[in-house]
């Protein structure tokens, strides 16, 4: 995954996986317009990005990386400016 794409990146949609203690993004890029999937775990404290070319999900080790992909998750939740959906069924808040 290019380094410099995670601060330049738009979550556009988040879906919440409780059983998997996992948030699925979709994000798009601000200056291409590409759109990339990722997977942030929340306790594990591990995000993984959709490696279309492979069919697989990998794992960004970077700190660095990581530590912006989550600031720009954190703002997108508190913002509260794009859809948010869960898995859960009883109508628990997220």
């Known amino acids: 995954m290019p380094q410099n794409n995670n601060h330049n990146i738009i979550f556009r949609c988040l879906v919440r996986l409780p059983k998997s ?5 979709s ?3 601000q200056s291409t317009g590409r759109r990339r999937l990722f997977l942030i775990f929340n306790r594990e404290e591990r995000i993984y990005f959709r490696n279309a070319l492979r ?3 990998d794992e960004i080790k970077d700190v ?3 530590s ?3 600031q720009k998750f954190s703002n997108a939740v508190t913002e509260k400016t794009i859809p948010y959906f869960s898995t859960l069924t ?3 808040n997220i």
Do not use: V
């Open 55 to 57: 069919g697989t999900w």
């Open 90 to 92: 009883n109508g628990e």
């Open 64 to 66: 660095e990386q990581c």
């Open 21 to 25: 203690d996992c948030i699925f993004c």
């Open 27 to 29: 994000t798009q890029e």
């Open 68 to 70: 912006a992909i989550r």
